[in-house]
């Protein structure tokens, strides 16, 4: 059974800086789609992050340009460093995975715990 473990979350003031990781782990998976999404209070999960099936990378026209997501295949980790806060990023930060399960064989999609992020003066 794969498993999802975060963290980075925190409080971090207006214009600073944060790093969220998320590292998958289990057996006999392959990774399909892999990134961050985000809910605030009062509003629905956003997408922020993400690498698609092909490799490519998808942002939130809100965090271009501050965020960036990375990965490191061989840990099956991804990285969201997360530069120039605003306020308005404050949220709860979500892992998603999309991944093979060759034991079944099946596609299952996967979220994190989540992790807050505030960011406060």
């Known amino acids: 059974q794969v498993q999802l473990v975060e963290s980075g979350g925190g409080l971090v003031q207006p214009g600073g800086s944060l790093r969220l990781s998320c590292a998958a782990s289990?057996?006999?998976?392959?990774?399909?789609?892999m990134g961050w999404y985000r809910q605030a209070p009062g509003k629905e999960r956003e997408l922020v992050a993400v690498?698609?099936?092909?490799?490519?990378?998808n942002y939130a026209d809100s965090v271009k340009g501050r965020f960036t997501i990375s990965r490191d295949n061989a840990k099956n980790t991804v990285y969201l460093q997360m530069n120039s806060l605003k306020p308005e990023d404050t949220a709860v930060y979500f892992c998603?995975?999309?991944?093979?399960?060759?034991?079944?064989?099946?596609?299952?999609?996967?979220w994190g715990q989540g992790t807050l992020v505030t960011v406060s003066s």
């Open positions: 690498f698609t099936s092909a490799g490519r990378t």
């Open positions: 998603n995975l999309g991944y093979i399960d060759y034991g079944k064989p099946t596609y299952v999609e996967l």
């Open positions: 289990g057996r006999d998976f392959s990774i399909n789609v």
